[in-house]
């Protein structure tokens, strides 16, 4: 995915000008920075959820996981997965063994007739993920998706992401404030700066996310830069 | 004492009949008696009938082919107002909430029609149509504006985080208005609908008085009054109180009924 020359502004307050990026395939870029800095309108730019000018060259579709699971009420489980999903697949239908997989992978097969209210916030936020890796995207999107969550339920999400990704290969971008999740999920990782916004900080990673530990030196490595790059912009 | 309450206030969870059946006719028995005190009091029929008398003509208007007809007509006057305002607020509402520059357009209108006194609307009503049109305008006209800031408010209710999704997900237009929409603002739709569909009784029958409006229930009511047949206008009332729960029962139906098919 090619960001080119995007430009946004709030009324007088410009937040992207001339901003450009390029977001590598079939890998898992973090975008970090301060609140308000524009990391969701860069998001919101690439969802298409917000106007801009300049240029997002993409190859195919987007799928999303906010912050919050935006699980319709009235639907279960699979209801909600069918209503999101279903009319990207042939026949309108999504197969039977691609569900019961992703559904598996984030251990909710048998809770796939239960309603929303019926669901903790952590298998709310399951099925969020569930439904971003089921639709046939070639990106996916994520906005804050373990926000507000206990450390042992983020560490579980963050398994699921990592299991549902090794089957289910796609480019990733991801919001976070968080950098344990940047570092340990990520092959890339971006601070931005703001007014306008400028990629500021821009760490790789090349081992491999799905056995990486905070006790690996490469990890070890991005965590300094980053933490010496906050102390300085202090 | 503590545990008795406990005991009682579990008795009353278990029993829901007590809750739908006893509470409001202890509320109803409330009313009766407040009425029956003030009858006492001010010691005149003609002001204020006791409720035994008002019931009594009350009976007597059901065995009169002309009530029905007068209910008939108010009634269907009544509905008929109510489905226009409550397409009209359908349509406006949903082109507010989705098309920016409509919505701008339809706000003043909105404010305008809210604010003009209900009095006015009447007597204007009144002035330029014939009386059996202008009672069904006028409750147009007091009815759409509260529907359309009802269901304005309910679409902007429905859940942001899902209303993206869709969006970034491509789900059809049609599975968005059936499966996400609909179903959102629907309780807060059939609440709207609730309170006023008694409402546009009420205003129904006081255009009607104002418009003279034959064999209605609001013109029945004026002769009651110009007769200084008080317990006979007190029947009217019973009878529009009973239709204004009608009313509302029917609404709370219509509420099972999509419920169940949603």
Known sequence: ????????????????????????????????????????????????????????????????????????????????????????????????????????AVELAD???????????????????????????????????????????????????????????????????????ALSLSDRVMVLSSRPVRIALDISLSSD???????????MNAASEYMRFIEASI | ???????????????????????????????????????????????????????????????????????????????LSFVLGFLAAAVTATLSAFVKPAGRIIAPIITVLRSVPTMSIILIAVIALRSTQAPVLVTFLIVYPLLHSSFERALENVDPYAVNMSKVFGVPIYKRVFKLYIPAVLPDVFAASKSNVSLALKV?????????????MGVNMQISRIYLDTAQLMGWTLAAIIMSFALEGAVSLLKRFTVRWK
């Open chain 1, 1 to 104: 995915m090619i960001i080119k020359a995007l430009n946004k502004s709030y009324g007088d307050l410009k937040i992207f000008e001339d901003f450009s990026v390029e977001f590598e395939e079939m890998k898992t870029t973090a975008v970090m920075g301060a609140s308000g800095v524009g990391k969701s309108t860069l998001l919101n730019a690439i969802a298409g959820l917000t106007d801009y000018t300049g240029e997002i060259i993409k190859e195919g579709d987007i799928s999303v996981v906010f912050s919050e699971p935006a699980l319709l009420k009235n639907l279960s489980v699979v209801k909600n997965l069918e209503y999101a999903v279903s009319h990207a697949y042939p026949n309108k239908k999504i197969p039977e063994e691609k569900l019961n997989e992703v559904l598996e």
């Open chain 1, 111 to 181: 809770r796939r007739d239960a309603l929303p209210y019926e669901l903790s916030t952590g298998m709310a936020q399951r099925v969020a993920l569930a439904r971003g890796f089921l639709y046939p995207s070639r990106y996916i999107v994520m906005d804050e998706a373990f926000r507000g969550l206990d450390t042992a339920l983020k560490f579980r999400l963050k398994r699921y992401f990592l299991n549902l990704l090794s089957m289910n290969p796609r480019t990733v971008i991801m919001i976070t404030h968080d950098l344990d999740e």
């Open chain 2, 1 to 79: 004492m503590r545990a008795e309450a406990e005991k009682l206030k579990k008795f009353f969870i278990k029993n829901a009949w007590m809750a739908n059946i006893v509470y409001p006719l202890i509320g109803v028995g409330v009313i009766l008696l407040i009425w029956v005190i003030g009858a006492a009091a001010v010691g005149m029929e003609m002001i204020l009938p006791t409720p035994s008398r008002a019931f009594e003509e009350f009976f007597k208007l059901l065995k009169e082919s002309e009530f029905w007809l007068a209910v008939g007509n108010t009634l269907a006057r009544t509905i």
């Open chain 2, 204 to 216: 129904m029958i006081a255009s009607e008085v104002l418009a003279q409006t034959f064999d209605s």
């Open chain 1, 209 to 219: 996310k799905s056995t990486r530990l905070p006790s690996d030196p490469e990890y």
